[in-house]
């Protein structure tokens, strides 16, 4: 699996799921593992990034879904972030049980540095 960012970004950024932080040895992660294969944990890191402004939220998916000799994937980007998606429209779910955020230099972005205290709080659906 894959994750990407969308919005009005210069170029696409993706990463694989697991595996994706490798590059970030100095942060303390615990990186993404699939130990039951119906769910997710762990931290996946995406990136570079100066204007996170431009992001406006995340997606997932399988590069099995890719269009053959494409690099775009079928309409099964699943954004994470937005209102939760209705079980009877896709076989996939999607939920959020916490997010940590990072500056730049590695060091770690409190919600209040956002100016919302709640910017981390979002019932399983946040980004």
Do not use: K, W
Not at 13 to 31: F, H, K, M, Y
Not at 51 to 73: E, M, N
Not at 77 to 94: K, Y
Request: with cysteine; charged share 15%.
């Amino acid at each position: 699996l894959r994750f990407g960012l969308y919005g009005a970004l210069a170029h696409p950024i993706e990463a694989d799921a697991v595996g994706g932080c490798a590059s970030a040895t100095d942060l303390s992660l615990r990186p993404v593992t699939a130990a039951d294969p119906q769910r997710l944990s762990g931290t996946a890191c995406l990136g570079p990034l100066r204007d996170q402004s431009q992001v406006r939220g995340v997606y997932l998916y399988s590069p099995q879904d890719r269009i053959p000799q494409t690099t775009v994937a079928y309409a099964a980007a699943f954004p994470v972030g937005l209102a939760p998606t209705n079980p009877a429209d896709t076989g996939l779910t999607l939920r959020s049980t916490s997010v940590d955020a990072f500056r730049a230099d590695g060091s770690q972005l409190a919600p209040t540095a956002l100016g919302d205290p709640q910017a981390f709080t979002g019932n399983g659906y946040m980004l």
